[in-house]
């Protein structure tokens, strides 16, 4: 039985956010148990999981401890650390999630999140979209950093196209740019097809689930390191080392990278990293997991 709470009213603050969505999920899992009775209960996240209405086992992609810094989690992270020594078990994103989770924590059983392939990836030059990123967090997608860069590396009718930004975040009027929004899961894989690059210069990356689905669609990833498990990091840095730049505040090294990526023809390493991509995060491969190792400890 999976239960969602509905969305709650939008608050100013980090710390105010996680207490809405809390509360909220309390709401949904407290019905929800008492319709039921499931013999077992896994929470989607540590948001989720804040105010439980009963112990369970929680899935996390970071830990709170990681991702609130200061007053940003001034009343979250000591709570995480409560639930941590009494929830039976942990289902992080990846083995880099894990590390960064506070000890003492229970047993975890990593679960990878699944992604769709999507069908074959066009060919490179049937790609008419530059660059694409991703900035529902601005500050820390670094979309300040990837705007810098391509003032620099854009080259006639070049576009980038930045998805899922909030109203305001992206500069009007700025040549090159085409802000599109928060599109559904369909436009946004049918974008990937057509676009030659995916760019990001984040300032933590907690998973890189967007760079993920950008490299089974056939993107040239181009990126900066960040604190976080970045587990996309990892695969770009084995087929494309070429674009992934060290220097994160540099834009006129990021510009030149991307041009590269850009100019670049067509390369295998598209294809490598969408085979390491469907390798790990398939839905098939995940549900083995899933029946080969998570029911097992939650049913136990």
Same mark, same amino acid.
């Given at each position: 039985?999976?239960?969602?709470?509905?969305? &709650?009213?939008?608050?100013?603050?980090?710390?105010? #956010?996680?207490?809405?969505?809390?509360?909220?999920?309390?709401?949904?899992?407290?019905?929800?148990?008492?319709?039921?009775? &499931?013999?077992?209960?896994?929470?989607?996240?540590?948001?989720?999981?804040?105010?439980?209405?009963? &112990?369970?086992?929680?899935?996390?992609?970071?830990?709170?401890?990681?991702?609130?810094?200061?007053?940003?989690?001034?009343?979250?992270?000591?709570?995480?650390?409560?639930?941590?020594?009494?929830?039976?078990?942990?289902?992080?994103?990846?083995?880099?999630?894990?590390?960064?989770?506070?000890?003492?924590?229970?047993?975890?059983?990593?679960?990878? +999140?699944?992604?769709?392939?999507?069908?074959?990836?066009?060919?490179?030059?049937?790609?008419?979209?530059?660059? /694409? #990123?991703?900035?529902?967090?601005?500050?820390?997608?670094?979309?300040?950093?990837?705007?810098?860069?391509? =003032?620099?590396?854009?080259?006639?009718?070049?576009?980038?196209?930045?998805?899922?930004?909030? +109203?305001?975040?992206?500069?009007?009027?700025?040549?090159?740019?085409?802000?599109?929004?928060?599109?559904?899961?369909?436009?946004?894989?049918?974008?990937?097809?057509?676009?030659?690059?995916?760019?990001?210069?984040?300032?933590?990356?907690?998973?890189?689930?967007?760079?993920?689905?950008?490299?089974?669609?056939?993107?040239?990833?181009?990126? #900066?390191?960040?604190?976080?498990?970045?587990?996309?990091?990892?695969? =770009?840095?084995?087929?494309?080392?070429?674009?992934?730049?060290?220097?994160?505040?540099?834009?006129?090294?990021?510009?030149?990278?991307?041009?590269?990526?850009?100019?670049?023809?067509?390369?295998?390493?598209?294809?490598?990293?969408?085979?390491? /991509?469907?390798?790990?995060?398939?839905?098939?491969?995940?549900?083995?997991?899933?029946?080969?190792?998570?029911?097992?400890?939650?049913?136990?």
């Amino acid at each position: 039985m999976l239960v969602r709470p509905s969305a &709650p009213p939008a608050v100013r603050t980090m710390a105010g #956010t996680d207490l809405m969505w809390a509360l909220a999920a309390r709401r949904v899992a407290s019905d929800a148990l008492r319709t039921h009775r &499931p013999r077992s209960v896994l929470y989607g996240s540590m948001g989720a999981a804040l105010l439980w209405p009963t &112990p369970g086992a929680i899935r996390i992609d970071a830990a709170m401890a990681a991702n609130r810094p200061g007053h940003h989690g001034a009343w979250q992270r000591p709570r995480e650390r409560m639930l941590l020594r009494r929830c039976p078990l942990l289902v992080p994103q990846s083995a880099e999630a894990l590390s960064e989770t506070p000890v003492p924590r229970p047993a975890a059983v990593v679960v990878p +999140p699944p992604i769709d392939p999507g069908p074959e990836p066009l060919p490179w030059a049937d790609r008419d979209v530059a660059a /694409v #990123t991703y900035a529902s967090d601005p500050r820390k997608k670094g979309l300040d950093r990837v705007l810098a860069a391509w =003032a620099q590396a854009r080259r006639g009718d070049e576009q980038l196209v930045i998805c899922g930004a909030p +109203p305001g975040a992206v500069p009007r009027l700025m040549p090159g740019v085409r802000d599109v929004g928060p599109l559904d899961r369909n436009a946004f894989a049918a974008l990937l097809r057509r676009a030659r690059t995916f760019v990001t210069a984040p300032r933590r990356e907690d998973h890189g689930l967007v760079q993920l689905e950008a490299l089974a669609a056939g993107c040239r990833l181009v990126t #900066t390191p960040a604190p976080g498990a970045y587990v996309a990091l990892t695969i =770009a840095r084995s087929v494309g080392p070429r674009w992934v730049v060290d220097e994160a505040d540099d834009a006129g090294v990021l510009a030149r990278t991307m041009r590269d990526a850009l100019d670049r023809g067509p390369g295998g390493e598209t294809a490598s990293a969408r085979a390491r /991509v469907i390798e790990r995060y398939a839905p098939s491969a995940v549900d083995a997991v899933v029946a080969r190792d998570l029911l097992p400890a939650l049913l136990r």
